[in-house]
């Protein structure tokens, strides 16, 4: 699929679950979330961008 996936969370726990499931179901980009600057720039390579938000436990 030509799309990017920005997990916003914890890159363990449900943050990496949620990372593991966007490269199963197709995704040609995952990401950690890194800032709007980033998400711009990869938006020009792949034009949809979904950000997926994992739990924070605290």
Excluded: N
């Excluded at 943050?15 to 890194?34: C, D, I, N, R």
């Amino acid at each position: 699929m030509k799309a990017a996936a920005y997990v916003v969370g914890p890159r363990d726990g449900s943050g990496a679950a949620l990372m593991t499931l966007a490269h199963s179901l197709g995704f040609e980009v995952v990401l950690p979330y890194a800032g709007v600057a980033a998400a711009e720039r990869q938006a020009l390579e792949t034009p949809i961008c979904f950000f997926l938000f994992a739990a924070c436990l605290r």
